[in-house]
């Protein structure tokens, strides 16, 4: 595991490179203890500790795998949503972009009366231009990402009702499971298959990939050390030569995908789509990446941190229910167990780095 | 050094924060009287509701739900997401749970269909209650209790035509959700005067204020405001002061609050789905179901639950109950 994520040394590039330098000096062990997502490691052994021993349910098969379902929601988003981050980045319109996506998908294909296929590849365009819409405006503005992002969240979440509305007189999208193409879709993105017995869904599956080509992007590639580089320093690298704009608008378009699988996710398990939905979810993906040991700041951090996060909120989202607890009490357990899993994280940076 | 220090300090203060939460039990506020209930063995019921936290409507179902456990040595879990997917996932946890019966709204029937449908393959009886009256006996549920809400709707615009009404205000606190939609479209097929919709978001009650108070500053035609919450009818009354307007409030679903509104006059109605009823009888039914076999409706009828007019004629009796938020 430390071998394959193992970062090679940059170019000299600024971004990062003195650290990466001092890293390979050092044991294979001390190489391990230093890297970014142990700290949520440690987080999620001792959630999970907690909830394996409180909670009869959370013990079972069908439990675990409900776990990771709920997890892979997140955690799919957060692959893009971590990626972003890195490279220096936010997006708050990311929740209300997985509905709009489910919702274009469905409503193209119901009113064109065409394979729902169709809807998803207009939907994958959408939620493409989305992500370069939001890059773009911030190359040329030169805004904050916060900004222009949270009015495109305005934005999304006033168009996904109004064009609901519009195109179907309802507040969520027709029914489409009767329509072509529908069946294999589901296949595709919300089927589940036997592990040992337990049903497991689809996406947890989609959720392993995305996290390993997004880690080989980032170990293993120019683009990721570009990454790196334009989230630790943006001057530096657009000084040795790195295309900053192209970077953070690909980044932006990242999001956009992870958005637009998660959206054909939700409409091809649930039939339909809610369109005041969404809202909300954007910094729990932003949470899922911190927790999983990316920096706000930006130039630090790994998709498989933000998969650990993603898995951590998971745990406590459900775990609280398997436990019994009292309903009104959730969301303050859920801030509470992020906040351990943050402070776990930063407690074990420094003692890691001290040595 | 001194970093430290801060870290270990917080987190021993979040690990206590946590084990004083593990230390409180799951049961509802009140003392369960065991000296009353029976001694059928324990059952453990889920009840999953789309609540939006700190709706006092909730809090009726809720108490409806615990007296009905407390009486019927019934481990009741209750649990809420306003999101949809997050209700199916409630479900599913529900099921891993291998509890010994599930009481669900339907607030979208298309989206839990899979969870329901995993729910009875694990041999776990299901009633659905409040929301899903079209829906629940094609979704193979058993039982339903709740209102319809476009007959509800519809009596409702039967009496504002009846008071002589010209021009309605729907105010609708909940973008997107299905129910509230058919309470303002069946209502404004009923009324004969004209009737528009004014979306507002009640997680906000401050901005519910202004927009219903700059609606009215802007139509000065309107004069009745009807709102589908008790929380949101007494925001609309501060509102209307705000705009200097005259309009009258009428609304949906009611709370002590605001049956203390209609006694004084301010609010001139209410019509009532019975929130209590529809969480006790979700829970004394699958009780029933459990024990003796019952199902109520015999897998094909709802259960009605309301639509009742509470007004100045019937107010002051209601009032009692309503002080104890049982109504």
Not at chain 1, 108 to 128: D, Q
Not at chain 1, 246 to 266: C, D, E, Q
Not at chain 1, 306 to 329: L, P
Not at chain 2, 302 to 326: K, S
Request: proline content about 3%; overall charge negative; glycine content about 10%.
């Amino acid at each position: 595991m430390s071998q394959l994520l193992t970062p090679k040394a940059p170019p000299p590039s600024g971004g990062g490179s003195e650290k990466t330098l001092r890293v390979t000096r050092r044991s294979a062990l001390r190489r391990f203890m230093t890297r970014p997502e142990v700290g949520s490691l440690v987080g999620a052994v001792i959630v999970f500790s907690l909830f394996f021993s409180i909670a009869d349910p959370f013990r079972t098969g069908g439990a675990i795998a409900t776990i990771l379902y709920a997890s892979s929601t997140i955690g799919i988003m957060a692959v893009g949503v971590a990626l972003l981050m890195i490279g220096g980045e936010f997006d708050l319109s990311a929740g209300v972009a997985v509905i709009t996506s489910g919702l274009a998908a469905s409503m193209f294909a119901w009113y064109f009366a065409v394979n729902v296929w169709v809807g998803a590849a207009f939907a994958l365009a959408v939620s493409l231009a989305i992500g370069f819409l939001n890059g773009w405006i911030l190359v040329r503005t030169r805004l904050p990402s916060f900004l222009v992002t949270l009015s495109m969240f305005l934005m999304l979440q006033g168009l996904n009702i109004a064009i609901t509305k519009l195109v179907t007189g309802q507040v969520s999208t027709t029914n489409i499971a009767n329509m072509d193409g529908f069946d294999s879709a589901r296949a595709v993105f919300a089927s589940s298959f036997s592990v040992l017995g337990i049903d497991v869904r689809i996406t947890v599956l989609w959720w392993l990939v995305f996290v390993a080509v997004a880690t080989w992007v980032l170990m293993r590639t120019k683009v990721g050390n570009w990454i790196y580089a334009v989230g630790g320093n943006q001057e530096s690298a657009r000084a040795v030569g790195v295309p900053v704009a192209r970077v953070k608008i690909g980044l932006f378009m990242t999001v956009g995908f992870t958005a637009w699988f998660s959206g054909m996710h939700l409409l091809f398990m649930f039939n339909t789509v809610q369109s005041g939905e969404g809202v909300g979810n954007e910094l729990l993906y932003i949470m899922a990446a911190v927790v999983g040991g990316c920096l706000l700041t930006g130039g630090y951090g790994t998709v498989v941190g933000a998969a650990i996060g993603a898995f951590i909120y998971g745990m406590t989202r459900q775990g609280i229910v398997y436990a019994g607890w009292d309903n009104n009490w959730v969301f303050f357990f859920v801030g509470a167990m992020l906040l351990l899993a943050v402070v776990v994280n930063g407690w074990v940076r420094t003692q890691a780095n001290k040595r | 050094m001194k970093r430290n220090t801060t870290y270990t300090a917080l987190l021993a203060g979040t690990a206590s924060l946590l084990l004083l939460g593990t230390a409180c039990s799951s049961e509802g506020g009140r003392d369960t009287a065991s000296e009353e209930g029976v001694d059928t063995p324990e059952l453990t019921i889920a009840m999953i509701t789309h609540e939006v936290p700190g709706d006092t409507f909730w809090d009726i179902v809720r108490a409806g739900a615990e007296d009905a456990a407390a009486k019927s040595n019934i481990d009741l879990e209750y649990a809420s997401d306003p999101e949809a997917r997050e209700q199916a996932s409630l479900i599913q946890n529900a099921i891993d749970r291998e509890v010994d019966g599930i009481a669900v709204t339907l607030s979208t029937p298309d989206v839990l269909e899979g969870a329901i449908a995993d729910a009875e393959a694990a041999g776990i009886p299901v009633v659905a209650f409040n929301s899903g009256i079209e829906e629940w006996a094609d979704m193979g549920v058993q039982q339903y209790f709740g209102t319809d809400e476009h007959l509800a709707g519809t009596a409702f615009g039967e009496r504002l035509t009846e008071v002589g009404a010209q021009n309605a205000l729907c105010v609708i606190q909940e973008q997107g959700h299905v129910a509230l939609e058919t309470r303002c479209s069946s209502l404004g097929e009923a009324f004969e005067g004209d009737s528009e919709v004014l979306y507002v978001d009640s997680a906000n009650m401050p901005e519910v204020r202004s927009s219903i108070s700059a609606k009215l500053q802007e139509d000065d035609d309107i004069d009745y405001v009807v709102t589908l919450g008790a929380p949101i009818a007494m925001t609309a009354i501060d509102a209307i002061d705000d705009a200097g307007s005259d309009a009258a409030v009428a609304t949906f679903d009611t709370n002590s609050e605001l049956v203390g509104a209609i006694q004084e006059g301010i609010v001139q109605w209410a019509v009532d789905q019975q929130p209590y009823l529809q969480g006790y009888l979700a829970v004394d039914s699958l009780w029933l179901y459990n024990t003796n076999g019952n199902t109520s409706g015999g897998g094909t009828e709802p259960v009605l639950t309301g639509p009742a007019f509470v007004d100045e004629t019937n107010v002051d009796e209601i009032a009692v109950f309503a002080e104890e938020g049982t109504r």
